[in-house]
């Protein structure tokens, strides 16, 4: 047997001496939270514009901040906005002082991050990096690059330079969905008003308005699923169909499932719901939504919508709820998409639009024969498309006679002179 060779003994280094020209200051608390603030956010900054770039659906800039891998939330967030908001005016500066060599240029989101606070940030010392120390050396060509840019734009101070790059601001209330397998609304509205400013809508049971902005992602009630963060038109789908507790329903599009589990909700826990997602690890989110609700009554099944036999083993399902992948347009602004480049130009992405259409209407196609095969003993109908018409977010419900055989020609020559299809 080999002999362990004895473990060679090497001298420790000696300590660096603090005369050492190359050695990195030492950082306090805040300087130190906004180095890693600045890295974190230029992470999450790659993912959005890469996304962006590509037209891609990526997850949202929230759900990026808020995932765990973020551990400065608060700053991260207001770091990509700021930058998203005056990311414009950064490239140009940047350009001007021809500040972006190639070096630089592979880590580009974190000189984007490094510009904002430079040129608009408060006056926080830029140490800690490399990237910081290569931006702080330039802030006066960079500075004279705005002052240029102020002049030729012909604005009458930086503020009104600034207003002409804005994205509209857009803000809404911010809607909460109390999950009544687990909470009443009551108890909701007293919990949450401990702190904010909340009330009922005014149309939609059992959804709670507060204040625009309001952050919610780590309270308790979120985290233990006796309510969900979700936006009104999203809510109102559920609550339109209004399944009765016993039912069998199809989400035919499920995953994320907020309104999955907002059936569940309305349906008491009783009857069954079929929750269809196509996409693997959006069927993983979805089954963790299902749990986080505390619904017992969910199948969740991973598979294409557009595979489900119309004469297959669902004869019993009394409603459909249908809402197929869409451009997104009605979120845009719970995404915060407004800040994104592509959106600040006036480029639309017709290949996108087009696709995204041709699913819908083949979806569509296949609900309206699933409609007519298995729901024939039913004399509730309904099938509920959302965001159907991606550019104008139109929500279509139609809600047909009971069956008979003139349904499916009637209901087809609706939808088409409708959304001439
Ligand atoms: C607009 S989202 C659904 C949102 C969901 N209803 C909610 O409220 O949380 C559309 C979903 O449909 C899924 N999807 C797309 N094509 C599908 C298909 N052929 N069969 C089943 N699911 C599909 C997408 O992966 C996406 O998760």
Redesign the pocket.
């Known amino acids: 047997m080999a002999r362990n060779k004895a473990p060679s003994v090497k001298p420790k280094p000696k300590p660096k001496q603090t005369t050492d020209k190359s050695a990195k200051p030492r950082l306090n608390n805040a300087e130190r939270s906004a180095y890693f603030a600045r890295r974190e956010a230029a992470k999450v900054l790659h993912t959005v514009l890469q996304g962006d770039a590509k037209r891609q659906a990526v997850a949202s800039i929230k759900s990026l901040v808020y995932s765990p891998s973020i551990r400065n939330k608060k700053a991260t967030f207001a770091l990509v906005c700021q930058t998203l908001k005056h990311l414009r005016i950064i490239k140009d500066v940047l350009e001007s002082a021809n500040i972006l060599n190639s070096k630089w240029k592979r880590q580009e989101e974190l000189i984007y991050i490094i510009a904002y606070d430079v040129l608009f940030g408060k006056e926080i010392s830029l140490v800690g990096g490399d990237a910081e120390k290569f931006l702080a050396c330039r802030k006066d060509a960079m500075q004279s690059a705005l002052a240029k840019l102020v002049v030729r734009k012909k604005a009458k101070n930086i503020d009104d330079f600034i207003a002409l790059y804005q994205p509209p601001d857009i803000t809404k209330p911010c809607y909460v969905r109390v999950n009544t397998l687990k909470l009443d609304v009551d108890s909701a509205l007293h919990e949450l008003g401990k702190q904010f400013k909340v009330q009922k809508d005014d149309m939609i049971p059992h959804l709670l308005v507060l204040p625009p902005h309001t952050d919610l992602h780590n309270h308790s009630l979120v985290l233990n699923g006796s309510i969900f963060v979700q936006g009104k038109a999203?809510s109102m789908?559920a609550a339109v169909l209004d399944p009765k507790p016993g039912w069998e329903v199809l989400?035919?599009?499920?995953?994320?499932?907020?309104?999955?589990v907002h059936l569940a909700a309305l349906m008491k826990g009783k009857g069954k719901i079929i929750a269809?997602?196509?996409?693997k690890d959006?069927a993983k989110r979805l089954e963790d939504?299902v749990r986080l609700s505390g619904a017992a009554n969910i199948e969740v099944l991973h598979?294409?919508?557009?595979n489900i036999d119309p004469k297959g083993p669902f004869s019993k399902v009394s409603a459909i709820?249908l809402?197929?992948?869409?451009s997104g347009s009605g979120t845009a602004a719970q995404r915060l998409d407004h800040l994104l480049p592509s959106r600040t130009t006036d480029v639309v992405d017709t290949e996108r639009l087009n696709r995204l259409a041709a699913?819908q209407k083949k979806?569509l196609a296949h609900a309206l024969s699933c409609m007519f095969s298995f729901l024939i003993d039913s004399n509730t109908l309904i099938l509920q498309l959302?965001?159907w018409y991606p550019s104008c977010n139109l929500k279509l419900l139609i809600s047909p006679e009971p069956y008979n055989s003139q349904n499916e020609r009637v209901l087809r020559g609706r939808v088409s002179k409708k959304r001439g299809i």
């Open positions: 999203s789908v989400d035919a599009c499920s995953a994320p499932g907020n309104k999955t269809c997602e196509l996409n959006r939504t598979g294409d919508f557009l709820l809402d197929p992948s869409c699913f979806a959302l965001s």
